[in-house]
């Protein structure tokens, strides 16, 4: 399958264009819109968590960043899984009259979301610099661990994006039962809070074992907290992410020959 | 027509699951521990879409594929475009496939009739550059001037249409696989469509053409596939192909004995063709005669029940398939009135053309609609001899006038052919 996915490479390039092209065509920002849209979502949190609701005490750096840099990784997940879910039944015409390999579609999916989320991560980074200039926090090297980190978070969401695109030909429900799921592994994963906010400690426990936990956690601790990853944080993150590729991978390949048939 | 087959299709059957909802959350565990979603289902129930079909099409030959709705046209074309699998036999096609079952399947409306050639180009296979390098050929194939750089979604029909053709046919495929598509678009672009898979045709493309335009498929098409409920049930020239589906057709629609029959010969007895004979200028039946000669091919019938809608055809075809020449007593202007017991109808030719080579006829006594009372394929073979032994079917009266280069005439017997 990766072998048919080089091979296509030119076409998956091209389809990731049109995707990120279409997406935006006939608004009048256009492409800003992919800036815009993070940037809308920085102001309303910084202006809630510094005027509204009273931010917690347990984070250092300001916390609007501390939940944003939580939330982007997550948006391009749950973004990249929703998609995930209608993605061949969406291109059911390609599959059907013309000879495509199926895996292309949700890797379309999934490279898309990718350049989405590594658009609005300059908004992150203005934001902390802001946030340093007013001497609220400071950068860190961690951050040059940032594309790591990143990686394992495209190799995770990757293998769900292929599972959950091709369990959803066969089993419509998929698509209801996601968006539920996905609402209850939000709230299962330290984005809008730190696990030691939990004053429960058996609910912490549950929290520490969700599997994104240990991927927000990386994440939100090279690019924002300037915490280097001890070792069973690595352990745990590329175990996550490479048992969801492999998983994946398995699931799709299996179901590969029936996707034109069913889609 | 050698070598290499482009398409083989052996003893391929299809069947199609019957969706159930209990088969579906049955197999749940099944699919991810085994792959095959459908298993136990596919033995239990299933629409069985196509049975032991086998065919090979050779480079540059034409194959249409006829029959009713549901006999299984479409599905096949997908197994020989490689969207679908079989669930018993083989498909094998020798190069690369070009399947024009939808026009412009996947255009995406947002963006541009430019754009969107290019990622079609690409899914049928092309490389970015290849595209490029044919997209002035396919924007002026499709005629659509400076709407190529609006979005689809303003395209009409006709526009959609003609790029996802242009599109198509500049991938240069090796196997073509059309359906249904010349229907649409006016008639000026579905000509330049036919000259366009004429020009094919000549580079060596295999054609499979699935269409219920049976004229369009005896021009195009050299042989043809008569599909019914999913079996073959004639694989042979267009010609004698499209006349058993017309008389089943008739009889269909008239309520008569279906006609029955071998893949060779058909009919309801109505009417029977008792023998069929090439006679030479002496009266004589002959196998064997010299092209340009005077010859005839004489029926001989026998009415088991008076009719007064009858025609008689015969059709002459080389064993390729190529088709010579064919002709009837409706098609000629003559009007039947009435047939009755046992007799005999000639066709007589003065001079019969033809060029060297073994040549096959077909006879038929059938309705105007035609219902075949009998329809005998390759009823008779009979060889030409000529004194130039060029390829072809046409070898007319000629002579030579140099008015100029100094020839000398051959001797009488030389030149006689």
Known sequence: MVASLYRQRGLIAVLVGRDLKARYRGTFFGFLWSLLNPLMLLAVYTVVFTWVIPAPRQVVVPFPLFLFAGLLPWLFASGALLDA??????????????VCPPEVFPTV??????VHHLLALPILLAGMAVAAVLGLMSFSWTLLLLPLAVGLWVLAVGGAVLAVSALAVHF????????????????LTPIIYTPEMIPVPALRRVIEWSPLTPLVTLYRDVVLLGREPGPSLWLAGTGVALGSALLGTFVFSRLRETLAEAA | MSGQPAVRVREVSKRYPLVSRRGRLHSFKGALL???????????????????????????????????????????????????????????????????????????????????ALVNGM????????????????????????????PVKSYSSGMYVRLGFAVAVAVDPDVLIVDEILAVGDEVFAHRCLERIARLQRQGTAIVLVSH?????????????????????????AGAAVARYRSDVAATESAIVAAAGSDRRWGNGAVSLDSVELLDSHERPVRVLRGGEAASLRLL????????????GVALHREGGTQVWGTNTDLDGWQPRRLAGTGEIRVRFPRLELAA?????????????????????????????????WPGCYAPAHDWEPNGPDLVRPSRDQREV
């Open chain 1, 85 to 98: 879910a209608v993605v061949l039944p969406d291109n059911g015409p390609l599959l059907k009259k013309v």
């Open chain 1, 109 to 114: 999916t999934l490279l898309s979301h990718l």
């Open chain 1, 172 to 187: 419509r429900d998929l698509k209801d039962l996601l968006h539920n799921v996905l609402n209850l592994v939000f709230f």
């Open chain 2, 34 to 116: 085994h792959g095959e979603l459908w298993r136990q289902e596919r033995e239990k129930e299933g629409f069985q879409a196509l049975s032991g079909v086998s065919f090979e099409i050779a480079r540059g030959e034409t194959m249409g594929i006829i029959g009713p709705n549901g006999s299984g046209k479409s599905t096949l074309l997908k197994l020989i475009a490689g969207i679908l699998q079989p669930t018993e036999g083989q498909v094998e096609v020798d190069g690369r496939v070009t399947a024009l079952i939808e026009l412009g399947a996947g255009f995406h409306p947002e963006i541009s009739g430019r754009e969107n």
């Open chain 2, 123 to 150: 899914m049928l296979g092309l490389s970015r550059a290849e595209v490029l390098d044919r997209l002035p050929g396919i924007i002026e194939f499709a005629e659509l001037g400076q709407f190529i750089d609006q």
């Open chain 2, 213 to 237: 335009d049976l004229g369009l498929v005896e021009q195009l098409a050299h042989r043809a596939l008569y599909l019914r409920e999913g079996t073959a049930v004639l694989c042979g020239p």
């Open chain 2, 301 to 312: 019938y026998t009415a088991h029940q008076p009719q007064e809608d009858f025609v008689f």
């Open chain 2, 357 to 389: 080579g073994r040549y096959l006829v077909d006879a038929a006594v059938h309705t105007r609609a035609g219902l075949a009372f009998d329809y005998a394929c390759e009823v008779l073979s009979f060889t030409v001899a000529t004194a130039v032994p």
